[in-house]
């Protein structure tokens, strides 16, 4: 079955704690993506990759670090979180550099930061 | 930076009616685009996909519509039920940021039984 995994699924952290958040997909996609969903802000791009070893910014890419070590995995590196870094995160993946083709998401993470 | 709008912000209908969503998008330069569907606090399901050179995609009561000159798509949903009440994304794909998929607000919808 077609999966791209998050975890942890829900995660309180306090202020300054480095964390990483994981997405691994099964569908052998090139590209991957990470979003926040905020409320009235909608979802936003923080980071993308295109394939192994490549990573480009997004729309909002203050404070967080990706890595693409693996074709399977990109994880989503906060080194120092903030309060305004709450939110909730989604994984998207699509094949072939997804121009024409179908985005899946992961399940999302919901993370709080006090 | 394309700009995707989803009118209206939120709508409310009783059981059964045929209903319209709005999603229209500034540039018109797109690859595709998606519909999804968001339940409370819950990840995106993905409900159609349009690629740009397509009018319309189907699925069961769902039906999409494109019009890429003028930056419009149409989500129609038939026969609604209590089932359908979610928020609604509109997602259209480009070539910038890496062909990111550039989101909508949604539309919160809930039908009444």
């Known amino acids: 079955e077609a999966q791209v995994t998050q975890n942890p699924r829900y995660l309180i952290t306090v202020t300054g704690k480095k964390l990483t958040v994981t997405c691994s997909q099964n569908m052998n996609h090139e590209y991957m993506s990470w979003y926040r969903q905020d409320p009235g802000l909608g979802l936003r791009q923080i980071y993308y990759s295109m394939n192994v070893e490549v990573t480009d910014k997004g729309d909002v890419p203050e404070g967080y670090k990706v890595s693409r070590k693996e074709k399977r995995n990109f994880p989503l590196i906060l080194e120092s979180p903030s309060p305004n870094q709450t939110s909730l995160y989604f994984c998207?993946?699509?094949?072939?550099?997804?121009?024409?083709?179908?985005?899946?998401f992961g399940q999302g993470t919901r993370l709080t930061v006090v | 930076k394309q700009e995707v709008t989803q009118i209206p912000a939120a709508l409310s209908v009783p059981e059964g009616e045929n209903l319209v969503l709005n999603c229209s998008f500034t540039?018109?330069?797109?690859?595709?685009l998606q519909w999804f569907r968001q339940d409370p606090g819950k990840g995106l399901t993905s409900l159609l996909l349009i690629q740009s050179s397509q009018r319309e995609q189907t699925s069961g009561r769902l039906n999409a519509s494109l019009d890429k000159s003028s930056g419009r798509s149409t989500l129609y949903i038939a026969a609604s039920q209590p089932g359908d009440s979610a928020t609604y994304l509109c997602a259209v794909r480009a070539g910038n940021s890496g062909y990111a998929l550039n989101f909508g607000k949604g539309t919160s919808l809930l039908v009444t039984p």
């Open positions: 540039d018109s330069a797109i690859y595709n």
């Open positions: 998207a993946t699509a094949p072939t550099q997804g121009r024409g083709t179908e985005a899946f």
